[in-house]
């Protein structure tokens, strides 16, 4: 990730990621920044991010391990916080995703739906058919393409309590 936290009015252009590996513990990770915000808690500071001319090369795999069980893993951006809003124009994203799906029977946090090629984690979603869907209200595209491979490590392990290290593999 070239930056941790983009706050505010941010402007990223002409930007080329190519055969790296970018990994983090258990916040959010992108191939660019890790997570958007703008706002000071009361929300006067609007978060406008523009990303121009942004590629994530095929050669290039991010990922996130459970950790805290709410890490969100993008090909630009892992994740969005606040009244952040994004632009994006130009990108194309071929990265690869490599997240498991964690569970907890408590908690019930699965780290693959808080995954995307563009943003990972949303903070958005609806009911359809009485499942909840990501959404993302807060972003604009003009001319971006994702072309998705495999997911390298997307296994299943669900843990017996929130505070066990233990796992059961079936």
């Avoid at 563009?118 to 990501?134: C, H």
């Avoid at 669900?158 to 079936?170: I, K, M, V, W």
Wanted: hydrophobic share 30%; glycine share 12%; with cysteine.
């Amino acid at each position: 990730t070239l930056v941790g936290y983009a706050y505010g009015k941010c402007h990223f252009e002409n930007i080329f990621v190519t055969n790296s590996t970018i990994a983090n513990y258990n916040r959010y990770t992108g191939g660019v920044v890790g997570e958007v915000g703008g706002d000071a808690k009361d929300g006067t500071i609007a978060g406008e991010h523009t990303f121009i001319n942004v590629d994530v090369d095929a050669g290039t795999t991010i990922s996130a391990l459970w950790g805290t069980f709410d890490p969100g893993v993008g090909g630009i951006i892992g994740g969005k916080y606040g009244n952040a809003t994004v632009y994006m124009k130009d990108c194309n994203v071929a990265c690869e995703l490599d997240v498991f799906n964690d569970v907890t029977s408590a908690y019930r946090w699965y780290s693959y739906r808080r995954c995307g090629m563009l943003i990972g984690y949303s903070e958005e979603s609806k009911t359809v058919n009485g499942r909840t869907e990501a959404t993302a209200s807060f972003l604009t595209t003009v001319n971006c393409t994702v072309q998705y491979g495999d997911w390298v490590n997307y296994r299943y392990c669900e843990f017996t309590d929130t505070t066990s290290l233990g796992a059961r593999y079936p």
